[in-house]
Nanobody, 124 residues
Framework: VQLQASGGGLVQAGGSLRLSCAASGRTFSRYVMGWFRQAPGMEREFVGVISWNGGNTYYADSVRGRFTISRDNAKKMVYLQMNSLKPEDAAVYYC??????????????????WGQGTLVTVSS
């Protein structure tokens, strides 16, 4: 599966942004989808994950309650709705995919396919 993330931009603290990830490939619905982010000088970190049918989601503590992942298998799209953004949320955001119904793990090593990243900047 090939992935392309979009929707990043500049937003004020407290604002909202929705990222999108478009996937290609016939078996998109058989993939677990994840979102990760990487700030300058930092390691790539887990943000959230959604199961193959959207029935299960899991989030990092830092974003739980503010971010929501959803997917539309018919459109081969995954979304990351980000609300109440904070300056520390600023990073390049990546979508990732791994075959399976549920995630094997929450590390970047557990995902084999990656999009190119989209930059989110949050002004204070």
């Amino acid at each position: 599966v090939q992935l392309q993330a979009s929707g990043g931009g500049l937003v004020q603290a407290g604002g909202s942004l929705r990222l999108s990830c478009a996937a290609s490939g016939r078996t998109f619905s058989r993939y677990v989808m994840g979102w990760f982010r990487q700030a300058p000088g930092m390691e790539r970190e887990f943000v959230g994950v959604i199961s193959w049918n959207g029935g299960n989601t899991y989030y990092a503590d830092s974003v739980r309650g503010r971010f929501t992942i959803s997917r539309d298998n018919a459109k081969k799209m995954v979304y990351l709705q980000m609300n109440s953004l904070k300056p520390e949320d600023a990073a390049v955001y990546y979508c990732a995919a791994e075959p399976g119904e549920r995630p094997r793990g929450l590390s970047s090593r557990d995902f084999g396919s990656w999009g190119q990243g989209t930059l989110v900047t949050v002004s204070s």
